[in-house]
């Protein structure tokens, strides 16, 4: 397409667009304090996002209606209500208005106050909760051999004779691979999934005073009652759900960066976090040719998916 | 209130909801790698939130409609739509349903994709965007005397002069206070308000080779072609709008944790800021007995004001 119709808001020229400025090798500083400490430990780290992508055929829980839908341009999601084309052929940006039939939604972040409100709201969480060091036990092989299976605290015993004690104040996320068929919308349907046990929670909780724990599947165990969960929510802790790439992440050692909206009352949080790992483990590096970000084919709103694909 | 209302879901007893397990100082392991790091660097650091907490209410660009809502329950936010009232009294949880009118709202992270459909969205954007080195430069006094100043080059040099060369890959964040009206709705009217330099982004860009810098207000600059940001969406660089907190912040030596969710093809996101600044600094310090989360009065869904307050 002809690139010059993006510029229906701009004079800006174009033709410089693809003269790259001059590589820079990340700067080897002596700086004191926290840039001193990013320089030695996180110049070369490797960094692995746990978060899905999010779409409107994203798998929600069977319970919630499933009427999610991102729309191209900008105003409310219905018919009735303004609505105006910012797209690229018109306007030389563009934007994207959203209707999420939830907040329990993808890779979420709970917070207690989901199912009590004299517990914080998401936005009501911490400034503090936003680095992190991260365990990870993994439960795959034995959700191989039973999809049901739920995490024990004897798993977590054994986990700590090979790694050593779970830090207090540290995320635990649980590797099941059941995120390995996502998006399958199936997933969304099984009642027997990989789970977290309640002892295993109040082990974490009350023995080792985690942060929070995460899990692959969209719910924390498979009991009637979400017994898991009501403890977790009922007693002021948060928990990740939806969580993806586990099998990236070594069991010890790596740091998790959290991220969300900050929505005002907000009952579920749309959440980002990235594991960051020494160097030698999996995951993306800082290229030493990092900005600007590349180019690839045109993006562009499929009306029929209900996004914008290249 | 009645709490036990709150269990038509669970049969989870409430009564030991206010045991809170003893107090564990935070582990001053000897661990090696990055769990040492964290021991040594995070453990006692400073966080400040740089995001604005978001509300239908929220200040928006006076070019888009003002149409965000949130609502109490689940489903799609028009009359001919499933909806579910998952409520603290219907169901002993509750959600939220999201209308957002635009993805450029509140505090955000612009992706070039925003302008440009051959440069990254929101999601194609690398795991390696997640903390990095903090840079602030202030002009807060320049703006006090001039509500329409600029950051300029000239500007940066001084700031360098003070503190050192602007490392490569650093998030440089541009402190103007205009955020210190939010979240007042003539803020989004205002034609004259403090802008960053189109000479200044290029200096960063091109001879710093920053990763992205930030602003206060909702556009990068006042000039009617928005020449700014159409520069940086135009060449493959992402941009923060909206920013706050950043006069509790020092001018160098923190980092940044940066977090959005990734939405497909997404042209704009709704990001949290946080800074992590060295012990002695302003901002929340971990506190030792952090969880469980405190509880306060009950938060409940005003449909006057269309979010939950308590």
């Known amino acids: 397409m002809d690139r010059r119709r993006l510029l229906k808001l701009t004079s800006v020229a174009l033709a410089s667009a693809v003269a790259l400025p001059t590589v820079v090798q990340a700067q080897k500083s002596k700086s004191p304090g926290l840039w001193g400490v990013w320089d030695s430990a996180f110049a070369r780290a490797r960094f692995v996002s746990l978060s899905h992508v999010l779409a409107p055929n994203t ?22 209500s303004p609505y105006a084309a910012f797209t690229y052929e018109k306007t030389g940006l563009e934007t994207t208005a959203y209707a999420f039939a939830t907040d329990q939604f993808g890779t979420q972040l709970d917070p207690p106050a989901h199912w009590h409100q004299c517990f914080p709201a998401i936005d009501e969480l911490p400034a503090t909760l936003a680095l992190r060091k991260l365990a990870v036990i993994s439960i795959a092989d034995k959700v191989a051999a039973d999809p049901n299976y739920h995490l024990t605290a004897a798993d977590i015993a054994a986990w700590e004779r090979a790694h050593g004690m779970i830090p207090a104040g540290s995320v635990v996320m649980v590797r099941s691979d059941w995120s390995k068929r996502w998006p399958d919308p199936e997933l969304a349907k099984l009642t027997e999934f990989p789970g977290v046990s309640l002892a295993a929670l109040q082990f974490l909780h009350l023995q080792r005073h985690i942060l929070f724990h995460g899990h692959e599947p969209l719910d924390t165990d498979s009991t009637p009652t979400l017994e898991g969960e009501a403890w977790l929510m009922h007693h002021g802790y948060a928990q990740a759900e939806g969580v993806d790439n586990l099998d990236a992440v070594p069991a010890k050692g790596c740091l998790i960066n959290i991220g969300y909206p900050k929505f005002r009352g907000g009952l579920g949080g749309y959440a980002r976090y990235v594991a960051i790992c020494p160097p030698g483990t ?8 990092e900005r600007p970000l590349p180019t690839a084919s045109p993006l562009h709103f499929d009306a029929a998916l209900g996004y914008r694909v290249r």
């Open 282 to 289: 999996r995951g993306e590096r800082i290229p030493a040719r």
């Open 59 to 80: 798998p929600v829980w069977s319970g919630f209606p499933t009427t999610t839908k991102f729309q191209q341009g900008t105003g409310r999601l219905d018919e009735k």
